[in-house]
């Protein structure tokens, strides 16, 4: 007996759930993911100048930019949460982490940062060691850092991708206790979630046939099958110590 949710049968609650109301997740992603993006690009348009000082004035942008959306993306999962529990879900709810607590916001997502960077250490080191030496017996080295550290952080960046949803439901956790809540609840599911993610791939190569237009519909459908994700994750363990 399946004591947790299918990706199937989450994905058919976020479709159900969505049906004449993709206009207002629309708009919060255009909002939200639009908007970075074109800072982003505003920023590489006014740094285009190949000097050191513009390439280090456009990394210091991106990453205020990723900080940015690191708040946005408190409110955004705000919208969802409220939106699959029946509650007003409103598009001022992706401002709401700029109203309280937007330090988790930023934290969450330097964690998630961190954990890449961390992650990729040695590629970057056997990178510029290939810079250095130019010798091909270390290409194979490369490719090898690289597949082990992006297998790496995927595995840890699995174990921590509750913590936004988990800040919103326990707004009385602090950072740490947040991030130790979402690798308690995520031991033993990091498969099924990668599965999930898995499953939209699929939908991402198609959206390429439409210019990425596709995607205005697909990523509200893999936003609320993430939030019934972890609804479902939660139920479960409160089952399993009830």
């Known amino acids: 007996m399946n004591l947790t949710k299918t990706s199937a049968e989450l994905k058919s609650s976020a479709k159900a ?6 206009g207002k997740m629309i708009s919060a992603f255009l909002m939200m993911d639009f ?6 690009y ?5 740094l285009s100048s190949p000097t050191l000082v513009n390439q280090i004035l456009y990394y210091v ?14 409110g955004q999962t705000k919208l969802y ?6 509650r007003p879900a409103v598009l001022g709810d992706l401002f709401s982490g ?35 030496f130019m010798s091909v017996y270390l290409l194979p080295l490369i490719s090898l850092l690289f597949i082990g550290g992006s297998a790496a952080a995927c595995i840890l960046l699995l174990s921590f991708s509750q913590c936004y949803y988990i800040a919103l439901d326990f707004p009385n956790y602090s950072f740490k206790q947040i991030c130790a809540m979402s690798r308690r609840v995520m031991k033993g599911q990091r498969a099924r979630l990668f599965y999930l993610y898995i ?6 190569l198609l959206s390429v046939l439409s210019f990425g237009l596709g995607l205005l519909w697909i990523y ?18 409160t089952r399993q110590y009830a």
């Open 17 to 22: 759930q969505l049906l004449g109301n993709y």
């Open 35 to 40: 908007g970075c993006a074109f800072l982003l």
């Open 42 to 46: 505003l920023a590489g348009d006014l």
């Open 61 to 74: 942008v991106e990453l205020l930019v990723y900080l940015l959306l690191g708040v946005f993306m408190l």
């Open 81 to 86: 949460m409220n939106f699959i529990t029946g």
């Open 98 to 132: 700029f109203r309280s607590r937007s330090e988790l916001g930023i934290k969450i997502m330097l964690c998630y940062i961190g954990i890449i960077l961390a992650c990729l250490i040695p590629f970057f080191i056997s990178l510029a060691a290939y810079a250095a």
């Open 199 to 204: 499953s939209f791939v699929p939908l991402m």
């Open 220 to 237: 509200p459908y893999m936003q609320c099958t993430l939030t019934h994700f972890y609804f479902d994750l939660m139920d479960y363990h």
